[in-house]
């Protein structure tokens, strides 16, 4: 247990649909972060959140809309995906960007079909 | 901006064999260092980090890196590896800011 959940463990989603990713931390820390991991790439950082503020969106498709209602809960809302954004999504948390261990979720397996 | 290169994507090796996982790294500034183990349908765990200081860490399950700042590089070795030590490695650089940027990841196998 990392202290850091994340739900649905796995998702199937068709192209048209609707659906979100949650995140949940209970460690006190006040920067989180959503990273996409594909096969033989780079986790690639999408969106990292800073006492509830966007800091940070890395040319993410607007398909993907994050949402940080407080410090302690992130989403990803998913609409309209492409085949290509099957992957495993990881939430992470720290305590101050940067210099501190950042603590992940087990993931989302997504797939799109 | 910063980048990490995790030159072997592989890494095969027997049981109580030794082991080096090369990570080099470029970046304009002052970095902080880290590498994460990732096991099987699970999230990354924090092995070792470097923030400053001596430039020989000791991480979690025997593993250490030494960082070499006139190499930009940040390789892990662990001196006798078990069956249990086969994942995924990743070394990661971040320059202080939100930003934590991680290499491709290197598979070590390890076989009885």
């Known amino acids: 247990e990392t202290g850091v959940t994340q739900t649905p463990r796995h998702l199937v989603m068709g192209m048209t649909n609707k659906k979100s990713l949650k995140c949940e931390q209970h460690?006190?820390?006040?920067?989180m972060y959503w990273y996409k991991q594909s096969a033989k790439k780079p986790l690639e950082l999408m969106f990292v959140?800073?006492?509830?503020?966007?800091?940070e969106n890395n040319s993410v498709p607007s398909r993907f809309s994050p949402e940080c209602p407080n410090s302690s809960h992130l989403f990803l809302h998913l609409h309209t995906l492409q085949p290509e954004d099957s992957a495993l999504y990881l939430c992470?948390?720290?305590?101050?960007?940067?210099?501190?261990?950042?603590?992940f979720g087990q993931g989302t397996r997504l797939t799109v079909v | 901006a910063q980048s990490v290169t995790q030159l072997d994507s592989q890494v095969p090796v027997f049981e109580e064999a030794p082991v080096e996982l090369r990570c080099n790294y470029s970046?304009?500034?002052?970095?902080?260092l880290f590498w994460y183990v990732q096991y099987p349908n699970q999230g990354l765990q924090l092995l070792l980090k470097?923030?400053?200081?001596?430039?020989l860490v000791k991480g979690i399950n025997g593993f250490e890196a030494e960082f070499n700042k006139s190499q930009t590089s940040f390789h892990l070795r662990k001196p006798s590896v078990h069956i249990s030590d086969t994942a995924e490695y990743f070394c990661a650089v971040s320059d202080g800011t939100d930003k934590l940027i991680f290499g491709t990841g290197t598979r070590l196998q390890v076989f009885p």
């Open positions: 992470a948390s720290s305590q101050a960007g940067g210099r501190d261990e950042a603590f």
């Open positions: 470097y923030l400053s200081g001596s430039t």
């Open positions: 970046s304009s500034v002052s970095v902080y």
């Open positions: 460690l006190g820390h006040n920067a």
């Open positions: 959140y800073n006492f509830k503020e966007q800091t």
